[in-house]
């Protein structure tokens, strides 16, 4: 039973740099929600997430970090991503989350689209400080 619980407890930290970064860090997330349990879409659709949260990082800050965390509350086990960088931060956020500000080269998922696949989506950026998002999907 305790192995059962450990089992589940587990989280990642990558250090991004560069975009060949990205691979590990969504190879590595989709083996945390296949151990967790979700089915090939919500493996995809959340490893999506990641990525755009990854790519974005790299694209925009240059380098930050990303971290990987099941979660749990009660019953039920959560997967959590916190994307974090001291990059320049977002100014106009309001257009940042619009389904069409994009500058359209990366996957083409978007922030909305994070906050979309995800059940619970918080980002705070500060102009000239950084961004950090944390993000969380639950399982059903
Ligand atoms: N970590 C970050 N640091 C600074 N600015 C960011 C960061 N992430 C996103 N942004 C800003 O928010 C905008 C919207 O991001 P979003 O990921 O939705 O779209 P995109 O990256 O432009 O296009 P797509 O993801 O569709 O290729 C970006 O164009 C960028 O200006
Ligand atoms: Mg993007």
Known sequence: MTSAINFL???ATF???EPSDNAQVVFTAR?????MG???TGQ???ASAVSELSTNIIRYAQKGKITLRVIHNGDKAGFEINARDQGPGISDMENAMKETYSSGNGLG???PSVKRIMDEFQIQSTPGLGTRITAIKWMD
Do not use: S, T, V
């Open 109 to 111: 998922i978007g922030l």
């Open 31 to 35: 083996k945390m929600l296949a151990r």
């Open 44 to 46: 995809y659709l959340i």
């Open 15 to 17: 250090d991004l740099y």
């Open 9 to 11: 407890d587990e989280q």
């Open 38 to 40: 979700f089915d090939q």
